[in-house]
């Protein structure tokens, strides 16, 4: 089942930006070491299908990262925006690019056994909030 709204997203610079009319709400997570490489941690992924529209063509960078699928980033402010599969033309793209899509749910994970013992959200660790973090920084953005 795909939320059918149309999400409307872009990079954090916002050279890209990018619609998607199909988004699957369970979304997956792989952890990989490609992935885990290209974003520094698991990536976290929603199926978007093939009814996307990316604008600002010109400033995505598209890697090969493997015979079957490649990633696309922008280049001037290195956002990852996609996973796009080459046989069916089929993009995955970080859940966090579509803060409003609703019920979203982690429905699957991929390479279960290649995620290192180092990270697991189920431990508890020490926490800050936003606010805590602006008071630590506030010296440096003024
Ligand atoms: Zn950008
Ligand atoms: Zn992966």
């Known amino acids: 089942m795909s939320?059918?709204?149309p999400q409307i997203t872009s990079c954090l610079c916002g050279s890209v930006k990018i619609t998607a009319n199909k988004i699957n709400p369970k979304f997956s997570v792989c952890h990989c070491q490609t992935c885990?490489?290209?974003g520094g941690a698991p990536f976290f992924a929603v199926q978007c299908g093939t009814e996307?529209?990316?604008?600002?063509?010109?400033k995505v960078k598209v890697y090969e990262s493997s015979p079957w699928a490649s990633r696309g980033f922008c280049s001037d402010c290195g956002t990852h925006?996609?996973?796009?599969?080459?046989?069916?033309g089929e993009y995955n793209m970080p859940v966090g690019l579509f803060?409003?899509?609703k019920n979203l749910e982690m429905n699957?994970?991929?390479?279960?056994?290649?995620?290192?013992?180092?990270?697991?959200?189920?431990?508890?660790?020490k926490e800050m909030s936003e606010a805590e973090i602006l008071?630590?920084?506030?010296?440096?953005?003024e």
């Open 108 to 125: 699957m994970q991929y390479f279960s056994d290649k995620q290192p013992e180092y990270y697991n959200f189920d431990k508890k660790t």
């Open 81 to 88: 925006l996609f996973c796009q599969f080459k046989a069916s």
């Open 3 to 5: 939320v059918l709204t």
């Open 99 to 101: 803060p409003n899509v």
């Open 135 to 141: 008071a630590y920084f506030s010296s440096e953005v």
């Open 52 to 58: 996307v529209t990316i604008e600002g063509h010109e």
């Open 36 to 38: 885990r490489t290209w």
